[in-house]
């Protein structure tokens, strides 16, 4: 209904059509069936759970499908969906105004405007941030015409990303000592990388993930740019479908740069000029060579060594997306850029709640849980938010999420499974924690974080089936000292001590 000066008057607006702010909305409709929920959201398309599994008592697992919103209506009638991005908000008259002119008046909102690439320059038009699906397809057309490219970064995307392409060149500079950092330590990276350098591939286990794209974004010319518009981030299978390869005619060839970061990129013009050498790609122990080809665009990387390409690829992780609602906002910011939240999911302004990536946990956290930027974060999150904000709108109390109790992610790597519990790396642990590791070359990864005899992380790749018994031995904080390194010897069903 429209209230003063023609703005629309509704209970409960979420901004964000990714999965925090769709899943939100739809805990919203489902505990106010009368009400109207206001969903304002840039894109055409909104990001639907599908396929959900609880796996255990804090693993989940899910599809992720991007869908037109007229479905998410249909499943919810009582949700509107707006498609329009914020221009700004005015906490303090409970305001929001979108960049098509309209106003809405919310009595609870909740920001889930997710996060956006953390680019390593802008505005080149040879560095592509990889993001969402948006990204993704225009990076897929410029690999097409490539024979080398420079990937930047260290996270999952990277990761996936230089596990997939083929017939092309790779050079991946990482800021760590071993790959996948965020994830994994040394001894998971030794264990993944024989995958990487792996001439044949087994073929891909068939992803039931569905597609919908946003089609009729052609672009002519260079390298295709990735619109500025903020689509929603990719989940763990985004590459599926997408067809990477270059032109050239091996299979796979990834060179790894480690300890090092971009120092800067030079165009082609601009390193003529520098008239310093640039190294072809190494090929076994001799060192790399000068290269002769004349490449569109060179990286210096700290080390000191340039390397030419064809384009960039950053993938550098994320900043929280808060600018449309910083001015004028008194807002409590996290460290990492995000709107503070406590553990209610409130931000530091009356009736605005926020989940997701734009989000920064300020609460106490529980000492197994920590926040990482993920898609069953801000599934998590979405729908608690949404518990908090009914609550309060009802003046009833609640109590934390059992899902921050205990960190527990899965996903897949190189086709391996790979779940993480806890403090899988060690996290804040200090000096003073031990590791228990098993390792089967080419079948299974299983690493165990102890202190003071409790278990308080696990790294599982393969098909270990210890997730259950290892998310309760974390969850009850059992002493387990007496086992020693007894707990991972393969001969002992471990199991059957802790059902």
């Known amino acids: 209904m429209a209230g003063a000066g023609g703005a629309v008057r509704g209970r409960f607006a979420v901004v964000g059509g990714g999965i925090a702010g769709v899943t939100c909305a739809e805990k919203l409709a489902a505990e106010f069936p009368s009400e109207d929920i206001f969903l304002i959201t840039a894109s055409p398309v909104i990001k639907a759970v599908t396929n959900f599994k609880q796996v255990s008592k ?7 499908e991007e869908q037109p919103s007229f479905l998410l209506q249909k499943r919810y009638p009582n949700i509107r969906v707006i498609q329009s991005g914020v221009k700004q908000m005015k906490s303090d008259e409970h305001k929001i105004y979108t960049e098509d002119g309209k106003a809405y008046i919310y009595e609870k909102l909740c920001l889930c405007a997710g996060a956006k690439p953390k680019l390593i320059v802008e505005g080149n038009p040879y560095v592509l941030g990889i993001r969402d699906t948006d990204s993704a397809q225009a990076f897929q057309k410029n690999l097409a015409q490539a024979e080398r490219i420079v990937v930047v970064g260290n996270g999952g995307i990277a990761l996936e990303l230089v596990y997939e392409i083929q017939g092309c060149e790779v050079i991946w500079a990482i800021k760590d000592k071993a790959i996948g950092n965020p994830f994994f330590d040394e001894g998971a990276a030794e ?63 990834v060179h790894i ?43 210096e990387l700290t080390n000191g060594k340039i390397y030419g390409c064809n384009f960039i690829v ?53 000492p197994v849980w920590h ?32 899902s921050f109790e205990l960190f527990a992610h899965i996903t897949k790597f190189f086709n391996y499974k790979v779940v993480v519990l806890g403090k899988f790396n060690a996290q804040g642990l ?41 998310e309760n031995l974390i969850l009850n904080q059992m002493d387990l000292s007496a086992y020693g390194e007894d707990l991972l010897n393969p001969d002992i069903d471990i199991e059957d001590y802790f059902d």
Not at 321 to 349: I, Q, R, Y
Request: aromatic share 8%; glycine share 8%; hydrophobic share 35%.
């Open 58 to 64: 804090t693993l989940e697992e899910f599809d992720v």
């Open 191 to 253: 264990f993944l990388l024989p995958k990487l350098t792996a001439e044949s591939r087994e073929t891909p286990i068939e992803c039931k993930r569905t597609k919908y794209t946003l089609e009729g974004s052609k672009e002519k010319g260079g390298p295709t740019e990735a619109s500025d518009k903020l689509g929603s981030a990719l989940g763990p299978d985004w590459h599926e479908g997408l067809h990477l390869k270059g032109t050239k005619e091996f299979s796979h060839q």
């Open 257 to 299: 740069e480690i300890l090092c970061e971009v120092k800067t990129i030079h165009l082609q013009q601009e390193f003529i000029q520098l008239q310093r050498t640039s190294v072809t790609f190494p090929k076994g122990e001799k060192n790399a060579e000068a290269d002769e080809v004349l490449w569109p665009v060179y990286v």
């Open 314 to 366: 950053s993938a550098t992780g994320v900043v929280p997306n808060v600018e449309p609602f910083l001015d004028g906002n008194n807002f409590a910011v996290g460290e990492d850029g995000g709107l503070k939240v406590d553990k209610h999911m409130h931000t530091s302004l009356t009736d605005v709640y926020a989940a997701g990536d734009i989000c920064t946990a300020a609460w106490e956290p529980s």
């Open 371 to 402: 926040q990482m930027r993920l898609w069953t974060q801000a599934r998590q999150m979405g729908w608690y938010a949404a518990k908090c904000m009914a609550a309060d709108a009802l003046g009833e109390s609640i109590d934390t999420d059992f």
């Open 430 to 470: 200090g000096s003073d924690h031990e590791l228990i590791l098993r390792c089967t070359k080419g079948h299974e990864y299983v690493k165990v974080v102890m202190q003071n005899g409790r278990m308080m992380g696990a790294v599982l790749i393969g098909e270990t089936d210890l997730e259950e018994t290892f």
